[in-house]
C-alpha cells in the first residue's frame, strides 16, 4: 500500500531475537512518512516490560 503518510515509531530492544534490529530498521526505512527506530540497550522483544522508562522516552521523544 501507500505508506507516504504513515507514521509509525520501530522501538526495539537491542537483545530483541523475536524482530531483530537490522529487521526493524529495514522497516522504518521503507515507509515514506515520518518514521523512527530506536535500539534499546539491555531489552529483548518485551521493551516495554524489559526497560519501562526507555521505551516511554523513545516513544515520547518520537510524537513530540
Known sequence: GDWSSDV???DL???DKVVPPAY???FASGIAGKAS??????????LEL???DEAATAVLQFVH
Open 24 to 26: 526493524a530498521k529495514r
Open 13 to 15: 530492544g537491542a537483545g
Open 37 to 46: 527506530t530506536a535500539v534499546i540497550p539491555g531489552a529483548g522483544h518485551l
Open 50 to 52: 524489559d526497560r519501562p
Open 8 to 10: 509509525c515509531s520501530s
